[in-house]
């Protein structure tokens, strides 16, 4: 099938077509789209935020403890406000992914925040989980990698999810002034740092590499009342040897060595190709090309990990339009592509109520397998379209097709505009045939939706 430009930035690089907005004209839009997602937003969730919520939930649950009736009233209220805002979150950024001309910037912040998984468990933490993408993700995107990765991996809520605020030099002050509580070592982020954010599982490194990064990161920690990142008193003392090259002196590292390991990592040859693959697979096909993946992973060799550089070799490749409807589109890319395909703005997504926003999204993307904040493990969300492609996902997709449009908008649009506004020219023979046939428009529309041409970008 032969794809204009247009409309393979829409549906592969993008959260597709909308009546709203015409498809990016050419490569420069999609990747200016870039640049307009590097801004966190008026909405923004700061440190300062989480400080200030830590703080009045600390009052108010000393207060509670000592029979105070207004404040076990304002403690209930702000338990139910924090547990809102997972879905609070999905609502801005499926607002965001909805009214995005090009949609390549959003969909990137999609990738990189799956990259660098974090899951924010209880109430608490969920604020940290929003501000890791406002402060750590989004303004990394159209920079270097090395950038990101320091940004990520140093914010407190990378280092509440993998441990490291417990990890302890073995030979630190504090473990030596403080023998009764063993304090120790946790290899979770430097695991992760190396196997899941850089180099890649089965990539040339040992488990002592493994060991001497995590000794070496010793003393990154995060408390909620501490602005500081780095605690020396928990810091290994002595230098450390990753991939072969020494870190720090006599004395203990500190964070400037961090950044320095984590640098190298960045731009490690192996890291290239890991990264090179990912995106590959995320964007183009489960099972890429050679070429493409060599491509790319020569591109960010050469540019030592410029990501706009990398960007543009992934949106002038052939390969988009070889291996077009070569993915499937995972449950927020539905959601959102559905939404514009409706002719939704995204002021629209922002006017839903609490409770409309989680029957008509909230609810729906967890039953079709990817409940927001929620990754099951440190590695994100599969790729494969057999993940996502289950009788009970494809279930949901069907339900969501039939029931949400009547409840998101007044009136139906016509499934014969539907379906062009959805795909344009790129809408199969059997669809094509099949959607005037429809019963009713509510059929009609649920049967663009549902398609294998719409679930496929």
């Not at 801005?92 to 992914?97: D, E, P, S, T």
């Not at 839903?352 to 909230?362: A, D, E, I, P």
């Not at 990754?375 to 279930?395: H, K, N």
Request: glycine residues 8%; contains cysteine; proline residues 7%.
């Amino acid at each position: 099938m032969d794809v204009s430009f247009p409309l393979l930035a829409a549906i592969r690089l993008g959260y597709g077509l909308s009546p709203l907005m015409p498809a990016p004209p050419n490569a420069q839009a999609v990747l200016n789209s870039v640049q307009r997602a590097c801004d966190p937003g008026t909405d923004a969730v700061s440190h300062a935020d989480i400080r200030e919520q830590t703080k009045q939930f600390a009052a108010l649950a000393k207060a509670r403890k000592g029979g105070d009736k207004a404040a076990i009233q304002r403690y209930r209220e702000m338990n139910r406000a924090m547990a809102a805002l997972p879905r609070q979150d999905l609502q801005r950024r499926l607002a965001r992914a909805v009214e995005a001309p090009a949609g390549f910037g959003e969909r990137l912040v999609q990738f990189w925040a799956d990259h660098f998984t974090i899951r924010a468990d209880g109430a608490a933490n969920q604020l940290m989980g929003m501000a890791f993408v406002d402060q750590a993700i989004r303004p990394h995107l159209n920079g270097n990698f090395a950038d990101l990765l320091i940004a990520a991996d140093t914010h407190p809520m990378m280092l509440r999810y993998l441990n490291q605020n417990s990890s302890f030099g073995p030979n630190s002050r504090s473990a030596q002034n403080n023998p009764e509580r063993a304090l120790g070592l946790n290899e979770n982020l430097a695991r992760e740092m190396i196997e899941l954010h850089t180099l890649g599982a089965g990539a040339d490194y040992s488990q002592e590499d493994v060991r001497q990064l995590a000794e070496l990161l010793t003393g990154l920690t995060w408390r909620r009342n501490d602005d500081r990142r780095f605690v020396p008193a928990m810091a290994e003392p002595g230098a450390e040897t990753v991939l072969g090259r020494s870190y720090g002196g006599d004395d203990r590292a500190e964070m400037q060595d961090i950044h320095a390991v984590m640098a190298d990592l960045a731009r490690h040859p192996h890291t290239a190709q890991h990264m090179a693959g990912k995106l590959a697979r995320h964007f183009v096909s489960d099972t890429p090309s050679s070429a493409l993946v060599q491509d790319l992973a020569a591109s960010w060799r050469d540019s030592d990990g410029h990501l706009p550089t990398v960007y543009g070799v992934l949106v002038a490749h052939p390969d988009l339009a070889r291996d077009f409807r070569a993915k499937v589109r995972q449950p927020f890319d539905y959601l959102a592509s559905a939404t514009r395909a409706l002719g939704l703005s995204g002021d629209d997504i922002r006017a839903l109520t609490g409770q409309q926003m989680r029957r008509f999204y909230h609810v729906p993307i967890n039953r079709m397998g990817q409940p927001w904040t929620r990754p099951t493990g440190p590695d994100g969300w599969p790729e494969a379209a057999a993940a996502w492609i289950t009788p009970q996902g494809l279930a949901e997709r069907i339900e969501w097709g039939l029931q949400m449009p009547a409840k998101l908008l007044k009136e139906l649009p016509d499934p014969r505009k539907l379906v062009s506004t959805a795909l344009g020219d790129t809408v199969g023979d059997p669809l094509q045939w099949a959607v005037p046939k429809a019963e009713s428009t509510l059929e009609g529309v649920a049967m663009v939706l549902s398609s294998n041409d719409f679930n496929r970008r």
